[in-house]
T-cell receptor, first 117, second 112 residues
C-alpha cells in the first residue's frame, strides 16, 4: 500500500520556538494532504487541507498564522508550529490522497508528538 | 453535516471471540467508508475501504459491511487475538471538500 512518512516522530521544544513537521508521500503523488491534531483519547480533528501550489484551507478556529502549512511539491507538505506554547503540545498526524488512486482513500503518516516545555 | 458515531467507546473480550464493531453515520450520501486501526501513540493504518456501491470488503480475519440506506457499517473480527488490541476508527468520505469525518473510535482490548 501507499506509504506516508512523517518526520520527526517526536519533538520537544522550548516555549516560543518554532517547530516544523514534514509529511511525505513516498511512493505516490498527492495534490492534497491533510493535517490533523489528536488529543489524548480523542479522535482526529482536521486542522487544514494542504493544496499543492496554493494556499492551505484552514478549519474554523485554527489560526493560520500559528500553524503555517506549505505544500511545495506533490510529495511534501510541511506544518510549522510558530511560537509554540505548552497548549500546542499534541499529536499531529498528516494524511494524503493518491492522485492516481481511489478517490477518497487516504493514507496516514505515523504521527508526530510535539511537547512544548 | 455528517456525524459518525461509534458505540461503545471501549470493549474488552477474551481471546478467540468473534466480535463486531459498529459505526453509524447520519448522511447516507457517502462515496466510501474506511475502517482504520490506531495503536497507542501511532498513526492510522487503513484496514478496509468500502465504496458506496459495495456491500462488504474482506481482508483476512476482518470483514466490513456497509448499509448506506440505514447509515450503518460493521467491522467483524474473527477469532480475536491479543494483537488485535487497538483503537478502531471508522470514517466516511462524502466528497465535500475531500474531507473524512471520523467517529471517536472503539478501544478494543483482547485478553489472553
Amino acid at each position: 500500500g501507499a506509504v506516508v512518512s512523517q518526520h520527526p516522530s517526536w519533538v520537544i521544544c522550548k516555549s516560543g520556538t518554532s517547530v516544523k513537521i514534514e509529511c511525505r508521500s513516498l511512493d505516490f503523488q498527492a495534490t492534497t494532504m491533510f493535517w490533523y491534531r489528536q488529543f489524548p483519547k480523542q479522535s482526529l480533528m482536521l486542522m487544514a487541507t494542504s493544496n499543492e501550489g496554493s494556499k492551505a484551507t484552514y478549519e474554523q478556529g485554527v489560526e493560520k498564522d500559528k500553524f503555517l502549512i506549505n505544500h511545495a511539491s506533490l510529495t511534501l507538505s510541511t506544518l510549522t508550529v510558530t511560537s509554540a506554547h505548552p497548549e500546542d503540545s499534541s499529536f499531529y498526524i498528516c494524511s494524503a490522497e493518491d492522485l492516481a488512486g481511489v478517490v477518497g482513500e487516504l493514507f496516514f503518516g505515523e504521527g508526530s508528538r510535539l511537547t512544548v516545555l | 453535516k455528517q456525524e459518525v458515531t461509534q458505540i461503545p467507546a471501549a470493549l474488552s473480550v477474551p481471546e478467540g471471540e468473534n466480535l463486531v464493531l459498529n459505526c453509524s453515520f447520519t448522511d447516507s450520501a457517502i462515496y466510501n467508508l474506511q475502517w482504520f486501526r490506531q495503536d497507542p501513540g501511532k498513526g492510522l493504518t487503513s484496514l478496509l475501504l468500502i465504496q458506496s456501491s459495495q456491500r462488504e470488503q474482506t481482508s483476512g480475519r476482518l470483514n466490513a459491511s456497509l448499509d448506506k440506506s440505514s447509515g450503518r457499517s460493521t467491522l467483524y473480527i474473527a477469532a480475536s487475538q491479543p494483537g488485535d488490541s487497538a483503537t478502531y476508527l471508522c470514517a466516511t468520505y462524502t466528497g465535500a471538500n475531500s474531507k473524512l469525518t471520523f467517529g471517536k473510535g472503539i478501544t478494543l482490548s483482547v485478553r489472553p
